[in-house]
């Protein structure tokens, strides 16, 4: 009985489920044929009435009584999306390549974490994503070359940590090749007089921000205190978040120290030309600290303008200035937290930290580390993008300090840099991360043991704080 009872039920489940199956199978044929239909267009060339969907055999226009043949088919037209207007001094439109996709508007409600348009920080990822490449950085290069060839003046390039893992990336190399000596190879055959490292300009930072924070701890104002070497982050904490604009950090951005450290005792007359994996960093010459800012994919076209052949290009070291394996970290996101915590340390106990004493905790949207200097834990937090930096927002009072980029994974993912497929973003920020990170491990790590650093701070003492501060 119970046996007959099952096999009856299984009967009607199989029913039902073929039932079910053909109702689906009528449903999408349906659904099929309705969108057919109603794409098509067709429209009366006596009194412009529009008929949807197929022309059926005999068809009469109900309007003026044309028939068939007085229908002309209507092509369906180009949808045109919005798409954004970016701030030109950093990002312009090549209005002949532009198709209307809409794709640089997705992107940028992403990168602004809203639909709220209130500015353009600068940050070029609408540059990565734009699918016909009608996007590109300010060209600034051209302008560059030409104050080269004037030999008028000496041309100083003071460049990023993040170029040099990703100027490969325009010659088909694989993605992070760590190529710090080719690069400065190439801005000497380009025609530049000197290279200076701006992971240098990171060590001062560190070292400043690091001065900054103490006090901020002491006198327990304004804190978290926020990383302010972003200039698109800056940017967006002045349009969507201003009650923290007293929490950010008054120390320059790595750029800003070196340029103007070289311009104040060193080259007064020279021209500084910074390459950078940024194209907001275009804004820095506003402050008049750097002559120009060039991206790492200009680099790539001045390599390729002046006619040299990359593969051929003899390495070379720079000519000054270099900076410590955490000053070039910087390029990373968790960078600076990771350095500004060294030259802390440093300061309180006057001893190099060991890389176990900080506890680092990768978290859903940030990462967390936590320094135990005494009796006190320094908390702080890193985070990258902006979506993310809102969740963060929401528990800042947990931290000390908290480093924020615009860009995911940091500035090893500018919109400067060369664009590759937008699949691969992943693979590529983890491969420029770790090419970075081996870097650190090598050598000097620390940026207070930078000689040049300790130079410069012993010779111009209390006057610095004047030159690296905003
Ligand atoms: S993504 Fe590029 S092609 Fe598409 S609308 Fe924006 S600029 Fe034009
Ligand atoms: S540069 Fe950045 S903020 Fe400006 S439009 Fe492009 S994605 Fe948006
Ligand atoms: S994260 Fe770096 S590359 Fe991106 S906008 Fe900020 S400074 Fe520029």
Redesign the pocket.
């Known amino acids: 009985m119970r046996q007959v009872l099952h096999g009856q039920i299984r009967l009607m489940r199989t029913i039902m489920q073929l039932y079910l199956v053909r109702c689906n199978c009528f449903f999408i044929v349906f659904l099929l044929l309705y969108c057919w239909r109603i794409d098509m267009k067709y429209k009366c060339r006596h009194c412009n009435f529009i008929h949807f969907g197929s022309m059926p055999d005999g068809y009469i226009c109900p309007l003026c009584h044309a028939g068939l043949f007085d229908f002309d088919l209507i092509e369906e037209e180009e949808k045109v999306y919005n798409r ?4 030109e001094r ?2 312009v439109r090549v209005e002949e390549k532009c198709r209307n996709c809409g794709a ?1 508007f997705k ?2 409600e ?3 974490a809203s639909s709220d ?1 209130k ?9 990565l994503t734009c699918p016909f490449g009608a ?1 590109i950085p300010k060209y600034d290069y051209l302008d560059v070359l030409d104050l080269i060839r004037a030999h008028d003046k000496k041309v100083i390039a003071i460049t990023s940590p993040a170029v040099r893992v990703a100027l490969g990336d325009a010659f088909n190399m694989d993605y992070g090749t760590f190529l710090e000596k080719k690069m400065v190879g190439a801005l000497k055959a380009v025609g530049f007089d000197m290279v200076f490292d701006t992971s240098f300009g990171a060590d001062l930072t560190s070292i400043y921000e690091a001065r900054e924070l103490d006090e901020r701890l002491d006198n327990k104002k304004n804190l978290p205190m926020f990383s302010s070497c972003c200039p ?1 982050w800056v940017s967006y904490a002045n349009s969507y978040v201003p009650l923290l604009k007293k929490n950010l950090s008054s120390c320059k951005s790595p750029i800003g120290m070196i340029a103007s450290v070289l311009r104040k005792y060193y080259y007064k007359d020279a021209i500084i030309v910074a390459i950078t994996p940024c ?2 960093k275009k804004l820095e010459i506003v402050s008049g600290d750097a002559d120009y800012v060039l991206t790492t994919s200009e680099l790539s076209n001045m390599i390729r303008e002046t006619g040299l052949v990359f593969e051929d290009i003899k390495d070379a070291n720079f000519d000054s200035f270099s900076g410590s394996g955490s000053g070039t970290y910087f390029g990373t996101s968790g960078g600076v937290t990771l350095s500004v915590l060294k030259c802390l340390y440093y300061f309180r106990t006057g001893n190099d930290l060991s890389n176990n004493e900080v506890l680092v905790k990768d978290k859903e949207f940030y990462k967390e580390y936590r320094l135990k200097i005494g009796r006190n834990v320094i908390r702080c937090a890193s985070v990258s993008t902006m979506t993310n930096l809102l969740k963060v927002l929401l528990i800042k009072d947990e931290f000390d300090f908290v480093e924020v980029m ?1 860009c995911e994974g940091g500035c090893i993912f500018g ?1 400067g840099q060369v664009v590759l497929p937008a699949n691969k973003k992943d693979e590529i920020i983890k491969a420029r991360a770790l090419a970075l990170k081996k870097n650190m491990r090598k050598g000097n790590s620390f940026p207070y043991k930078n000689p040049l650093v300790s130079e410069l701070c012993d010779k111009y003492g209390d006057e610095l704080d004047g030159v690296l501060h905003n």
């Open positions: 954004v207007e970016t701030d950093c990002v640089c992107t940028c992403k990168v602004l348009r500015v353009c920080l600068g940050c070029g990822q609408c540059i996007l698109s194209t907001s615009n919109g």
